[in-house]
Every structure is written in C-alpha cells, then in structure tokens.
C-alpha cells in the first residue's frame, strides 16, 4: 500500500506514520511496531498525549485494523488449520493438520453470543449466614478455640461449616 493511499496518510511525521501502519500489521504488539518504525514504544504515549491527530487516527483506525488482523489469524487457526510436523525416530515423516476448537468456540460465541454463548441459571437460596471476611475468620477462631487450638492460628487441615 503506498503512503498516499493509506490511511495514516495525514500525519506527515514519518515515525509516527510507520508506527501506525506497523500497529495495525502486527496485530496491535506496540514493542514490534515500535521497532519497525525505528523509535521507543514511549514516543507512542508521547504522540498520544501530544497529537490529537495521532491519537484519533490510533484510536479509531489502527487498532480496528490490529484487531482485523488478529481475527484474521484466529480464523485462519480456527478453520484453515495449520501443518503440524510429525516426527519419528528424530525423522520428519509428515506433517498433521491441527484446528483450534478453543478459537472457533470464542469466535462463535463472539460472532452469535445469542445463539453460542454459556448460559448458567443458578436457583436455590444462597447462604449468607458468614456475612464479610471478617465474620467468618471470627467463627473460625472460635471454632478453634473450642477445640482446644486457642493459640490463634486457624487449622489449615479441616474447618467445619455448618449449613
């Protein structure tokens, strides 16, 4: 994409504009688009906090396209797969295509939450007979107390509750 066509294509200063670009490519990492525009990840707070232009631009284009990109490698996981190396005797004899369900269950919960996503209904009364912290270590001192271990220090092994 050339400069003119981008859309960072405003801000004249060169590093701000290749930190921009370099944002959004690597998928929102501020160190590697720090690196790639040849400055420090803190001349990018600076520019945020000094440069209202700057700040709008990253606010709303940059991290839309890094979290594209991200996305994108989701799907790509998720559906496409990838070649996995198989290995026996210390010898390469082929490759397994791997899919991560874990990233196709976040994006089909994020994509239809309506439909995907986790739904738990809790029913029953809930017992607040311990009220704070403080209330339920007090039963427990005393409960120790009562069994003899009243040097103040809470058995660790077993607690009883009653309910």
Same mark, same amino acid.
């Given at each position: 994409?050339?400069?003119?066509?981008?859309?960072?294509?405003?801000?004249?200063?060169?590093?701000?504009?290749?930190?921009? =670009?370099?944002? @959004?490519?690597?998928?929102?990492?501020?160190?590697?688009? !720090? &690196?790639?525009?040849?400055? $420090? /990840?803190?001349?990018?707070?600076?520019?945020? =906090?000094?440069? @209202?232009?700057?700040?709008?631009?990253?606010?709303?284009? !940059? &991290?839309?396209?890094?979290? $594209? /990109?991200?996305?994108?490698?989701?799907?790509?996981?998720?559906?496409?797969?990838?070649?996995?190396?198989?290995?026996?005797?210390?010898?390469?004899?082929?490759?397994? /295509?791997?899919?991560?369900?874990?990233?196709?269950?976040?994006?089909?919960?994020?994509?239809?939450?309506?439909?995907?996503?986790?739904?738990?209904?809790?029913?029953?009364?809930?017992?607040?007979?311990?009220?704070?912290?403080?209330?339920?270590?007090?039963?427990?001192?005393?409960?120790?107390?009562?069994?003899?271990?009243?040097?103040?220090?809470?058995?660790?092994?077993?607690?009883?509750?009653?309910?």
């Amino acid at each position: 994409m050339s400069d003119t066509k981008s859309p960072f294509a405003m801000i004249r200063h060169g590093k701000k504009r290749a930190f921009l =670009k370099a944002y @959004a490519e690597t998928g929102g990492i501020l160190s590697h688009a !720090a &690196k790639a525009a040849g400055c $420090d /990840r803190h001349s990018h707070y600076n520019w945020m =906090k000094d440069d @209202a232009d700057y700040a709008a631009l990253f606010e709303s284009i !940059a &991290k839309d396209m890094a979290y $594209d /990109r991200l996305e994108d490698e989701a799907t790509r996981r998720a559906v496409d797969g990838w070649d996995e190396p198989v290995y026996q005797g210390g010898e390469l004899v082929g490759f397994k /295509r791997r899919y991560s369900d874990t990233l196709l269950i976040f994006m089909l919960n994020g994509a239809r939450p309506e439909k995907y996503r986790r739904v738990t209904e809790h029913t029953g009364a809930i017992d607040h007979r311990h009220g704070t912290l403080a209330d339920f270590t007090a039963q427990l001192l005393q409960q120790n107390e009562r069994a003899g271990n009243g040097n103040g220090k809470a058995l660790t092994n077993r607690m009883e509750v009653k309910g």
